[in-house]
């Protein structure tokens, strides 16, 4: 079945680092995918998408490239600031009824 | 500004009690989920609903859990009777229907706690 693995956190960084937060899937046919963010106390809200391959997704000063040879998304950041410190979840959706495969969450971190 | 609104945001109750969260899509959304995050299990689907009909609540214990779309405005999902381990905090999200978007809109999330 579909599926989407994240690495494991927390991860922590010192404000200034560079970022990478690893996201590879598993899916049937070609899957759009995203990245939502959970600030403390909040909801999740979407951070950015691709659609298709080698689609780039940015927003916020964080990017993630599709790459279907590697079936991954990685998110990255070049300099992060203590206001990023929040989870972040990779997922997928398949079909027009967009059911999202959700990844099990990564928290970040950020020291000042 | 167009936002999902989720009531109550913090609840206490005591096992056995009944329990209902609510939601408020935003206007014209046609999807609205409900999802239950806990530090165990994380992000878990409950339901799903769209043009307020159920497609898909296979992640809900049917024996004390059930949802419903009463209207276009309102989505209700009801406890009863509640147990500790449904302590947990209850999202609700809508999204606008378009093919593969993929984009939810959450609420604050309904925080409860069972003692």
């Known amino acids: 079945g579909n599926s989407v693995t994240q690495m494991e956190g927390p991860v922590t960084l010192s404000e200034e680092a560079f970022l990478t937060i690893n996201c590879t899937y598993t899916?049937?046919?070609?899957?759009?995918l995203f990245w939502y963010v959970q600030y403390p106390g909040e909801g999740l809200q979407l951070l950015l998408k691709?659609?298709?391959a080698d689609d780039k997704g940015s927003n916020k000063g964080f990017e993630a490239t599709y790459r279907k040879e590697t079936t991954s998304f990685h998110l990255e950041k070049g300099s992060v600031q203590v206001s990023d410190s929040a989870v972040y979840f990779c997922?997928?959706?398949?079909?027009?009824?967009?059911?999202?495969?959700w990844g099990a969450g990564t928290k970040l971190i950020i020291k000042p | 500004d167009a936002r999902v609104t989720q009531t109550p945001r913090h609840k206490v109750t005591e096992m056995g009690q009944e329990v209902t969260m609510r939601c408020q899509p935003i206007?014209?959304?046609?999807?609205v989920f409900w999802y239950r995050q806990t530090m165990m299990q994380g992000l878990e689907l409950l339901a799903y609903?769209?043009?307020?009909?159920?497609?898909?609540d296979s992640g809900m214990p049917k024996d004390r859990f059930s949802a419903e779309m009463p209207d276009a405005t309102l989505a209700t999902l009801k406890i009863q009777p509640s147990e500790p381990r449904d302590s947990a905090v209850y999202f609700c999200?809508?999204?606008?229907?378009?093919?593969?978007?993929?984009?939810?809109?959450f609420g604050e999330g309904s925080r409860l706690t069972v003692l």
């Open positions: 691709a659609t298709k």
């Open positions: 609903f769209r043009n307020r009909a159920p497609l898909d």
């Open positions: 999200a809508s999204g606008p229907g378009r093919l593969n978007t993929g984009e939810l809109f």
């Open positions: 997922a997928l959706t398949m079909d027009s009824n967009y059911q999202l495969i």
């Open positions: 899916a049937t046919g070609y899957p759009s």
């Open positions: 206007l014209g959304h046609n999807t």
